[in-house]
Nanobody
Framework: VQLQASGGGLVQAGGSLRLSCVVS????????MGWFRRAPGKEREFVAA???????????DYADSVKGRFTISRDNARNTVYLQMNSLKPEDTAVYYC???????????????????WGRGTLVTVSS
């Protein structure tokens, strides 16, 4: 499984960006997909995840810091997961990573330890 994230860039506070993560190799609509970020000098942290819960049904979850501003979605026909980021703040500046769990059964998907596959990251810089 290979993940390729893209869409980062420089944006002013209040602006928007959409990140994309293309999954290749072994793919499945049932993969649990997550976005994490690492800000300068900080630990990598959970941003959002989208989990298969039934036929064509997914559950999305978010860190409190991005709830109401970010939206995670997926297009299974394109094997792509998106992170729409609105109302960006300078504190959202970070390298953003997409990650996947092939067969999620239980455990906290807020923890990066559970994820088996990672993309290389894309830099998002929000200027004030």
């Amino acid at each position: 499984v290979q993940l390729q994230a893209s869409g980062g860039g420089l944006v002013q506070a209040g602006g928007s960006l959409r990140l994309s993560c293309v999954v290749s190799g072994r793919t499945s609509s049932r993969f649990l997909m997550g976005w994490f970020r690492r800000a300068p000098g900080k630990e990598r942290e959970f941003v959002a995840a989208i989990k298969w819960v039934g036929t064509n049904t997914y559950y999305a979850d978010y860190a409190d810091s991005v709830k109401g501003r970010f939206t995670i979605s997926r297009d299974n026909a394109r094997n792509t997961v998106y992170l729409q980021m609105n109302s960006l703040k300078p504190e959202d500046t970070a390298v953003y990573y997409c990650a996947a769990i092939a067969e999620y059964t239980s455990g906290s998907y807020y923890s990066d330890h559970l994820y088996e596959y990672w993309g290389r990251g894309t830099l998002v810089t929000v200027s004030s």
